[in-house]
């Protein structure tokens, strides 16, 4: 296949070498090497736009290829972001969670602490009643038994 570039080249010069012509601006040139070139330029160009077709197909597969890969990498990406944030959701929830067992315990601590010291308050007191009771039944039977003496 011969370069398109190069036969229009060929043909500025057959131009630029071309006999001047008698009037006007026009210059007269070998036809055989102009229609030569065209017929040329004409069978070189079904061959670059074939080629030219090859590329597009082959470059628009490949941006479809890219763009598949990239949704690919996205659609990880999101899916890994969704995960993080379910786990980071988890996570704050079972902080949540763990602070609303920590207080009930504290409270439940608080609640039995004063239980079982009025428990103690009331068996002291219970004690300290028998003991007081007991003791008077003491001195009570030491006076009888100092009495009698």
């Known amino acids: 296949m011969e370069d398109i570039e190069d036969i229009l080249l060929e043909i500025e010069q057959e131009i630029?070498?071309?006999?001047?012509?008698?009037?006007?601006s026009g210059v007269t040139v070998n036809a055989d090497t102009m229609l030569s070139a065209v017929d040329r330029i004409r069978r070189a160009l079904p061959d670059m736009v074939r080629e030219a077709r090859q590329i597009i197909v082959?470059?628009?597969?490949?941006?479809?290829?890219?763009?598949?890969?990239?949704?690919?990498?996205?659609a990880a990406a999101q899916s890994k972001a969704d995960l993080l944030l379910s786990d980071h959701e988890i996570i704050k929830q079972a902080e949540t969670e763990a602070e609303a067992i920590r207080r009930q315990a504290l409270d439940f601590q608080s609640r039995l602490e004063k239980d079982v010291k009025s428990d103690i308050s009331v068996l002291l007191g219970g004690a300290e009643k028998t003991l007081s009771e007991a003791l008077a039944?003491?001195?009570?039977?030491?006076?009888?038994?100092?009495?009698?003496k």
């Open 58 to 74: 082959a470059n628009e597969r490949k941006r479809q290829e890219d763009a598949a890969r990239s949704q690919s990498i996205i």
């Open 16 to 24: 630029h070498d071309g006999k001047k012509a008698f009037f006007g």
């Open 137 to 148: 039944i003491i001195r009570n039977a030491c006076d009888n038994y100092v009495g009698e």
